[in-house]
């Protein structure tokens, strides 16, 4: 039996990504938004296709074809100066057993390999945590709660996921890492259309603060 590779973005055997479709990936980039994320892409269309793609297909040149777009954005914005460290936020333990594989990882690997710093494991899931209760629960209570290792006072480290929608959960593992001393820049493949969201901005003064 003959593996045939498909374009992850519009099914067409050949490449993992056609060169129609790596054209329409570097299209205009999504709007600064309140999350302050870096994303590359807007998630629609054919980007969205890819994005999604790289959950079953071609895992590994798609990822590095979305690595290298999360690193030109960083170039662009000039936001790749002084980046030490690259990581992930852990998906959960039963998304990774399903898929066999942590996107985020595979990203946050092949981003820290194309700017040349190392990209370590520094969050875990915090299985204790939980954010009910608190203002704008409806919508980010699902986001979880992350434990970083500690020693990264001072040091700068990008935190890097798929696709971004509210932030949360980019937040709140910078949140993590914040309390640990690091200074954090995130990135996404991905931003999903405009969010009117001034309510992203107090889950993270929330996640960096001690206050019951
Ligand atoms: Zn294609």
Same mark, same amino acid.
């Given at each position: 039996?003959?593996?045939?590779?498909?374009?992850?973005? !519009?099914?067409?055997?050949?490449?993992?990504? !056609?060169?129609? !479709?790596?054209?329409? =990936?570097?299209?205009?980039?999504?709007?600064?938004?309140?999350?302050?994320?870096?994303a590359?892409?807007?998630?629609?269309?054919?980007?969205?296709?890819?994005?999604?793609? =790289?959950?079953?297909?071609?895992?590994?040149?798609?990822?590095?074809h979305?690595?290298?777009?999360?690193?030109?954005?960083?170039?662009?914005?000039?936001?790749?100066?002084?980046?030490?460290? /690259?990581?992930?936020?852990?998906?959960?333990?039963?998304?990774?057993?399903?898929?066999?594989?942590?996107?985020?990882?595979?990203l946050?690997?092949?981003?820290?390999?194309?700017?040349? /710093?190392?990209?370590?494991?520094? =969050?875990?899931?915090?299985?204790?945590?939980?954010?009910?209760?608190?203002?704008?629960?409806?919508?980010?209570?699902?986001?979880?709660?992350?434990?970083?290792?500690?020693?990264l006072?001072?040091? !700068?480290? =990008?935190?890097?996921?798929?696709?971004?929608?509210?932030?949360?959960?980019?937040?709140?593992?910078?949140?993590?890492?914040?309390?640990?001393?690091?200074? %954090?820049?995130?990135?996404?493949?991905a931003?999903?259309?405009?969010?009117?969201?001034?309510?992203?901005?107090?889950?993270?003064?929330?996640?960096?603060? %001690?206050?019951?």
């Amino acid at each position: 039996m003959i593996f045939e590779t498909r374009c992850a973005g !519009c099914d067409k055997p050949g490449a993992a990504i !056609c060169t129609t !479709c790596r054209f329409a =990936l570097v299209g205009t980039p999504p709007r600064d938004q309140p999350h302050g994320v870096i994303a590359a892409v807007p998630f629609t269309g054919r980007a969205r296709s890819i994005v999604l793609g =790289l959950k079953y297909r071609n895992r590994r040149a798609v990822g590095r074809h979305l690595a290298g777009l999360i690193v030109n954005r960083l170039v662009a914005q000039r936001a790749h100066h002084g980046i030490e460290l /690259v990581t992930w936020a852990p998906t959960s333990a039963k998304r990774r057993r399903e898929r066999g594989f942590d996107q985020g990882e595979l990203l946050a690997r092949s981003v820290a390999r194309q700017l040349g /710093v190392p990209c370590r494991r520094l =969050l875990e899931r915090d299985g204790s945590a939980t954010q009910t209760g608190r203002s704008r629960a409806e919508r980010l209570e699902s986001a979880p709660g992350f434990i970083a290792r500690p020693g990264l006072d001072g040091r !700068c480290v =990008l935190v890097v996921d798929d696709v971004v929608t509210t932030g949360s959960t980019l937040m709140s593992a910078a949140g993590a890492l914040e309390e640990r001393g690091a200074i %954090t820049r995130l990135a996404a493949v991905a931003s999903t259309p405009e969010i009117r969201s001034a309510s992203v901005l107090p889950f993270r003064r929330r996640a960096v603060s %001690t206050a019951a």
